[in-house]
């Protein structure tokens, strides 16, 4: 295809980026080390900004190490995505009685999905994480496949899975990047993010006199104002390892930090640092004309911008060939080529322009963020998001026992 490149600058827009633009295969910015920024007392941590997916800050971010039931955010998105939510979990052999956090779930006991994962994310019941993998996967082996798949999936090339529910053993591990994206990716799903929220839920026991109440073991969600997850994870090779997340305005952040003695704390200074050296900015708004052409941006784009960095921020506008076909039919439906955003020289995004009055209907393939648990089905949410990612781009052995 015949393309035409026209670089111009920056021109003053401002907006929200789409989640389409996340995970696209470009390069972000290069973090924060952690000589020119905030310390921890961990052995590796990161920051992430979810909305654009870019790493704030990162030490030892890539080296892997063991993650305890921190393993239960992908157990929960994978579960989510694969699994019905009113469908009945059944407690069975391997299940009941496992070692370590425990929602003491009884054998043959049945709850459905959705109650099982705020069992699993609340209290981090592994007896609930091997339920729900053998429900969802046919068998734990058949689940942890998906979980792996799902890793290669998202790109993240330094972690394994071995279990559903974070127990330390052979070939089970990831690294603080790898669940800073990870989390940024399931907080885009309006179950997961309802989910890991929660300070205290309440589920039917058809088995008692008295119904389950959870409360969540996540104590940054009382300690850190806009506190809204995620993950707690101790074992006695892991040690404490937690993932946190928070909301200020229209930014949210993810902090992780794994085998940390001062985690609460650490993560109160992570997120402040995030939310102060990398505020969010709106770059690029659906609908808006591009100076100099007769296009408009297609989508939102937003940045979390250092102090000096959007002067250099720039554009490049790639288009398409306007040949038209045989018949006369545009089958572009209007899709005229594609804005780069670059900082650095490097690449951050990419926005598509169309003809003015010929965007496309504005849908997230995520649904509305805000939604409760019950208004999307997993299968839903999951072929409504690999459809439009797809038509955009085309393109051990158990060693401890999980306390948290």
Excluded at 350 to 362: A, I, K, M, S, T
Aim: glycine share 8%; with cysteine.
């Amino acid at each position: 295809m015949n393309m035409k490149r026209v670089n111009f600058g920056f021109f003053p827009a401002l907006v929200c980026i789409s989640l389409l633009l996340l995970f696209t295969p470009i390069a972000a910015a290069e973090p924060e080390t952690e000589q020119e920024s905030v310390s921890t007392h961990a052995k590796a941590a990161s920051l992430i900004d979810v909305e654009s997916g870019r790493i704030l800050y990162s030490s030892h971010g890539d080296e892997s190490m063991l993650i305890a039931s921190l393993t239960k955010i992908m157990t929960a998105i994978v579960a989510i995505e694969n699994g019905d939510l009113s469908s009945k979990v059944k407690v069975g052999k391997n299940a009941f009685a496992k070692e370590g956090s425990s929602l003491f779930l009884k054998m043959g006991e049945e709850m459905t999905l959705e109650n099982m994962l705020y069992g699993l994310m609340l209290r981090s019941g592994n007896d609930a994480a091997t339920a729900i993998a053998e429900h969802v996967g046919g068998s734990e082996e058949g689940f942890v496949h998906l979980m792996n798949a799902k890793a290669e999936e998202l790109g993240l090339a330094h972690s394994h899975f071995a279990n559903p529910h974070g127990l330390d053993a052979e070939g089970h591990f990831s690294t603080a990047n790898d669940l800073a994206k990870l989390t940024a990716y399931a907080l885009h799903n309006p179950v997961f993010k309802e989910i890991v929220k929660t300070q205290v839920k309440t589920a039917d026991n058809p088995y008692d006199k008295w119904d389950y109440k959870w409360s969540n073991k996540n104590k940054m969600l009382r300690l850190y104002d806009g506190a809204d997850g995620v993950k707690t994870g101790y074992t006695k090779k892991a040690l404490r390892c937690l993932v946190s997340s928070a909301t200020r305005g229209e930014q949210q952040l993810v902090a992780v930090t794994l085998n940390d003695g001062n985690d609460w704390n650490d993560h109160a200074a992570l997120l402040d640092f995030g939310f102060n050296r990398f505020p969010l900015r709106t770059i690029i708004e659906r609908g808006e004309r591009l100076e100099g052409y007769n296009l408009a941006a297609g989508l939102n784009f937003a940045y979390p911008f250092r102090q000096g960095e959007q002067e250099r921020f720039v554009t490049e506008l790639v288009l398409n060939s306007t040949k038209p076909a045989k018949d006369g039919a545009d089958k572009s439906f209007g899709l005229r080529g594609t804005l780069v955003l670059k900082l650095d020289g490097k690449p951050i995004g990419q926005v598509p322009v169309y003809d003015p009055g010929r965007l496309p209907p504005e849908q997230s393939p995520y649904m509305d963020k805000s939604a409760s648990t019950s208004a999307y089905p997993a299968d839903t949410w999951l072929q409504a998001a690999g459809s439009a990612l797809r038509a955009l781009f085309r393109i051990g052995k158990e060693g401890g026992v999980s306390h948290d």
